[in-house]
Structures are given as structure tokens and as C-alpha cells.
């Protein structure tokens, strides 16, 4: 089977979104489940407990799911550099009552070793960010049976995706809530609406896209697949999900946020991500195209947020969320996913009624 024709055998063609932090296995099976897909992401999974992970989706799913890995070369900053980026740090460590924490031993876990892990684990589906992988990756990643998928922000990145041998593109647009994959060029030049991006990347590649960024309901859903789009992922739509993890802080951020109140910021990883404005964003705007670039500066807050985050302070964690936030609405990951489709449905029927309308009258 293609993977275009996977696609097309899910009942529903929407994909749970994988989110690092903010869900895991019970989203992903809930959403399987129900005749969507999910999507476990695995950027903070340890290489040796990678195939434990997989396993345990499949055991309690026949249904396709896809893993999700967040690329990135091993980093070594030089401790002058740590020392800066952590001075930039020291008053808000303070104001929690923390030391400013030590140079730590690893940032990240090696992408080498997971890429391995999830290579033998075989998930039905494989899924990248912030990067791109090498003929060769892609190769075994098929051999051993896995569909690949690579997120592009850009067309030229979906091409690049294209040559290298992907199944498929998620085609993440600027709306999109958490880090930006881009991986070409800068922010700048990457920051392309869901729409734009969509409407060009399925003329540019002749593989099935699947459109991010923005999408929160059956609108949005209808809308996409009107552009294009083989199927889409939404994040955003989930985070008040009874299956999410994001915590009480998190939530009641996201419950309360005025409109329009996200913005991207590099300040808490060191890579372009989208969330709630909050002090930290405001105050390290200034200095945000100097930290450490992801994976370093990541883990130089991850204390920080963390600790924020039990002191129920919402102003010192990342508040990773979409533009169209405040569609977001609590329940079921399975009845949310069932939901969309009927209205994606209805909103189809209401189109052709439209048009039909439209054109009698024109005629
Ligand atoms: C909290 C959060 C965490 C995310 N983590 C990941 C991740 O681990 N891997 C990934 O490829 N994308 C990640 N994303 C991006 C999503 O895959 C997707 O592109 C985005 O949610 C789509 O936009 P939306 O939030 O408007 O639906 C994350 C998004 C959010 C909101």
C-alpha cells in the first residue's frame, strides 16, 4: 500500500498533531481509535526506550499511527557561551528561588541513536522536524517497513523532502502552534500561511500533503482539503483534550488568553516556536537572536519553566500554542476528532449548495 493510499483509508483524515511535552500515548491511541490517526512524539524519548513506546501503542491499536522525532546535530557550545546564556537566565532562576543551574552534560538525546531505535521499532508511520534526512535514513526506514513524512515550512523544503525519498509533506504553516520546522532559511523567509503554503507545495510536489497550522474544527478542515490537502494535523485543537498533558498552568493560560495573543519567540529554545505571550517573551525579545540555538538554550530553561510551572506562575513557561487558540475546546480526543469530520461534512454540502446556488442564479 502507498501512502497516499493509507491516507485514504483512514475514516477520518484528520492527524493528531505529535507534541513533545503536551501529549503522549493515550492521545495517540485515543485518536487511532476513533478512526483518525495519532501521533506519538518522541523528541524527549530515549533512544534505548523508544521500541517500549512504540510497542506500547501498538499493543492497544490495529489502527495506523505515526512517531515523531525533532531533529538536530549534537551541539558543543563552548562554556563562554554558556556562561552568557545562562547569565541572561540568572535573574529569572532568582526570582524563583533556584541557583543558576550548571553547565549541563547533554542537551539533547543523540538523533543518531534515536533515528536507530525508531528505525527498529518500525512504526507504520515516521515523522521529522527541523531538519532533513539523508537518502540513505529514508531507505531503511522503508525497508524496515515505516512510511516516511518530513514537515516543511517552505516549498523549497518540501522539494528537498521530495528528493530525498518522503512519502509524504506536512506542510506546517506560520499559524502552527509550537516549534517551526523550517530548515532552509531564516524565520523570515519561512513564515508562510497555512493557506499560501498549501495551495503551492500540492502543485510543487506530487506526493500527499498533509496541511498544519491554524486548523481547530470542520472549517478548517473542509477548508484544506478544498486546497489540496490529502489530510490534516492539528495540534492546537487538542491541548484541552482530556488525554493532554499539559497541566493546570498550561491550561488555564490557554482557557484565558485574550485573542490574538500568541507571537513567536525564540527566547525559550533557541529555535522560532509559537506561543502565549507572556513576561518572558516580552523581556528577552531584545536579546532573543542571541541565545544558544536549540537544543542549548532549550535546556538551559528547561528548569526554569519547569519550576515556573509548580510555583503556578505562567509568566516563566513556554505556552506553546496556535494562532486560532481560542477555538480550542475541552473533551474527548475521540468525540473531537468525530466531531470535526461531521462538520467538515456539513461544511463541504454547504459549499456545493452554495455554489450550485450561486451558479443557477449566475446562469
Ligand atoms: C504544544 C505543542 C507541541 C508540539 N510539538 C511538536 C513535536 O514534538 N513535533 C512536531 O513535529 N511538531 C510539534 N508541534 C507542531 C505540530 O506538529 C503542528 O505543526 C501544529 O500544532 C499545527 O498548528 P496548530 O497548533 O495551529 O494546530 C507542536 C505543537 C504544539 C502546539
Redesign the pocket.
Known sequence: MSFAKLLESLPIPILQ??????TFDAMAVAVSQAGAMGNL?C?GVAPEELQAAVDGVRAKTDAPFGV?L?MGPPLKPEPAELDAALARLTPFYAELGLPTPDHPNRFSYDFDAQLQALTRAAPPVA?F?FSILTEAQVDALHAAGSYVVG?ANTVAEAIAWAEVGADGI?A?GV?????H?YFLDDIEASSIGTFALLATVTRAVDLPVIA?????DGRGVAAALALGASAV?????F?LADEAIIGPVWQAALKDAPTDATRLTRAFSGRYARGLENRFVREMRGVQDEVPPYPVQNRLTQAMRAAANKAGDPELMSL?????IKLAKPGQAGEMVARWWAEAQDVAQAVAKQTAARGAAGG
Open positions: 498533531a505529535p507534541m513533545a511535552g503536551a512524539a523528541a515523531n525533532l515523522s522536524s514537515t506536512c506546517q499559524e502552527a502552534g509550537g516549534h520546522a498544519a497550522g491554524g486548523i481547530m494535523q492539528m495540534g492546537s485543537a491541548l506553546w500554542a496556535g494562532q486560532a
